[in-house]
């Protein structure tokens, strides 16, 4: 059965610090490893991942994925208050089915 | 988001009632998708759609069906609403499936629906 394992489900840590989510997955006929940002309602798209070893960044954000290891990770340095939401990965396949993680809560404080 | 609709926003009903939620989309994208939220479980795929009349299930089909007799419309319907399916629903769109170079690419979730069957 595919599935997609966040790690860890929560987490706390002080403006300014650096955090990694990880996620690990088992996906029949992978195609990409996606994450998510969920604020208040919906999740929005942060980055898709289809390469190992190519990192995606965007400001303070970067993601890589490991194909061989089955396994990505979300980086973001310098966190503010405002990197407070829950962080979703999702593995998705060649027949468009996507699987999500639990998601991991991050909260960060002043 | 602005290319994306779910109705109702909320809805309450009774064990039993049939209940159908809209998704409607003006982005003439190829694929929807209809996820439910619960605490503990993250985000799981109900049913999704790749074309006009034609769908697949996904992780938790039991007890839903879709329609999608044209591109901008997916219909989720709880036939006999049970208490088991109070949750949040979202619906996602995608040009691609997730393949694609950028911006053609991810997914664009609705708002979310709340249903909660009492």
């Known amino acids: 059965e595919d599935k997609v394992v966040q790690s860890p489900l929560s987490l706390v840590v002080h403006e300014g610090d650096t955090v990694t989510l990880n996620c690990s997955y088992e996906?029949?006929?992978?195609?990409?490893l996606l994450w998510y940002k969920q604020e208040k309602k919906a999740p929005t798209f942060l980055f898709m991942l289809?390469?190992?070893?190519i990192e995606k960044k965007s400001g303070r954000l970067s993601s890589i994925l490991d194909k061989k290891e089955l396994f990505s990770i979300l980086n973001i340095t310098a966190t503010q208050t405002g990197d407070s939401a829950i962080y979703l990965c999702?593995?998705?396949?060649?027949?468009?089915?996507?699987?999500f993680g639990k998601g991991t809560r991050l909260h960060i404080l002043p | 988001d602005a290319g994306i609709t779910q109705s109702p926003r909320h809805k309450v009903t009774e064990t039993g009632t049939p209940v159908t939620l809209r998704c409607h989309q003006t982005?003439?994208?190829?694929?929807m998708y209809w996820y439910r939220q619960d605490p503990g479980h993250g985000l799981r795929l109900i049913h999704y759609?790749?074309?006009?009349?034609?769908?697949d299930k996904g992780e938790v089909s039991d007890g839903y069906s879709v329609s999608r007799s044209k591109t901008e419309d997916f219909l989720l319907t709880l036939e006999s609403a049970t208490s088991s399916q109070t949750s949040v629903y979202f619906c996602?769109?995608?040009?691609?499936?997730?393949?694609?170079?950028?911006?053609?690419?991810?997914?664009?979730f609705g708002s979310g629906t709340r249903l909660t069957v009492v």
């Open positions: 759609s790749y074309g006009v009349k034609d769908t």
């Open positions: 982005e003439n994208h190829r694929y």
């Open positions: 999702a593995g998705a396949n060649r027949d468009d089915k996507i699987i």
């Open positions: 996602a769109i995608s040009e691609t499936g997730g393949t694609g170079s950028p911006p053609n690419y991810g997914y664009t």
């Open positions: 289809t390469s190992s070893g």
């Open positions: 996906v029949t006929n992978f195609r990409s």
